[in-house]
């Protein structure tokens, strides 16, 4: 199955280079990264304009101001076209090489939709600031509350959908809220939730 890579992006200038370059080691040649500026302030469209003169298979979407997260999603899965749609934030918390990890349950147990987790693992993972980890419970435990999911991180910047389930939601929220909005809305779908 090919896979399209969607990564928001909001002055990254720091990290940008890094995770693209990542992102398109452990993807193949028919595989898309589609990259949305969000109104960037900093360097960071710039040095994703040099990247996708290098690499054929970055597709810049820009918005010439910052209309959040959730926007920037929507934007980038208007360019999805492969059968598998993985989210990866720009900044470096999340490793492209662990896309075949992130894509394995669609592969192989028919999974609709995976979430990574920082929370249930037992590699070596970075610590979190205690009340960001307290403020994601919350919303999690809230989500779950209202989905019947048992989820342990919703707000993690690493998913991956089937094309087809994601891609008929009626999808609204445009910042953060993009977050429990899908997740409601593909439960509602009854769609083979998995974490990794």
């Not at 662990?98 to 590699?123: C, H, M, Q, T, W």
């Amino acid at each position: 199955m090919k896979i399209d890579v969607i990564m928001p992006c909001y002055n990254e200038e720091k990290t940008i280079e890094e995770i693209v370059v990542a992102s398109i080691n452990n993807l193949s040649k028919d595989d898309n990264l589609i990259i949305v500026d969000d109104g960037s302030t900093d360097q960071s469209n710039s040095l994703i304009k040099n990247l996708a003169n290098k690499f054929a298979n970055i597709n810049l979407i820009e918005h010439k101001k910052n209309l959040g997260k959730g926007a920037a999603i929507h934007s980038g899965l208007k360019k999805v076209k492969n059968e598998i749609v993985i989210i990866q934030d720009s900044d470096l918390e999340y490793n492209p090489s662990e896309y075949k990890k992130l894509i394995n349950p669609i592969l192989k147990l028919k999974a609709d939709v995976v979430y990574g987790s920082r929370f249930v693992s037992s590699d070596e993972h970075r610590v979190l600031y205690y009340w960001h980890k307290i403020g994601n419970n919350i919303i999690t435990f809230l989500s779950n509350i209202f989905t019947n999911l048992n989820l342990t991180d919703i707000e993690v910047g690493y998913k991956a959908f089937r094309s087809e389930k994601i891609l008929k939601l009626n999808l609204k929220e445009k910042r953060f809220g993009f977050e429990p909005e899908v997740t409601s809305k593909l439960a509602k779908e009854k769609c083979i939730f998995y974490e990794v």
